[in-house]
């Protein structure tokens, strides 16, 4: 049983920025593909950013590429959303997700594809 637990959120003004982590525990943290994924009132979760088991893969959302850099520490069991130039409407829920990972596999976007879920840490960015 993998356990997750997101930290770094808060509120910030339009323009500013935000780091997210996401310490895993109770598994094998190098043999898992991370994401990240957000969820605003009202609305289905959403896709934000991937990384391969290894970190030699990322993928993004359109929405956030260029904004938002995902990156890991298999050291620390840990996963960083990096989040610059804040917009409102980047202000939701974020979680973050783990699944089996492989080198033969493509990063997904899909929420049913992840296994495991944190509990979500709050972002708010005001204009």
């Known amino acids: 049983q993998v356990q997750l637990v997101e930290s770094g959120g808060g509120q910030v003004q339009a323009g500013g920025s935000l780091r997210l982590s996401c310490a895993a525990s109770?598994?094998?943290?190098?043999?898992?593909?991370m994401g990240w994924f957000r969820q605003a009132p009202g609305k289905e979760r959403e896709f934000v950013a991937a990384?391969?088991?290894?970190?030699?893969?990322?993928y993004y959302a359109d929405s956030v590429k260029g904004r938002f850099t995902i990156s890991r520490d298999n050291a620390k069991n840990t996963v960083y959303l990096q989040m610059n130039s804040l917009k409102p409407e980047d202000t939701a829920v974020y979680y973050c997700a783990s699944r089996t990972g492989s080198l033969y596999l493509a990063l997904t976007t899909s929420v049913s594809a992840y296994n495991y879920w944190g509990q979500g840490t709050q972002v708010t960015v005001s204009s």
């Open positions: 109770g598994g094998t943290f190098s043999s898992y593909d």
């Open positions: 990384i391969s088991l290894n970190g030699g893969r990322t």
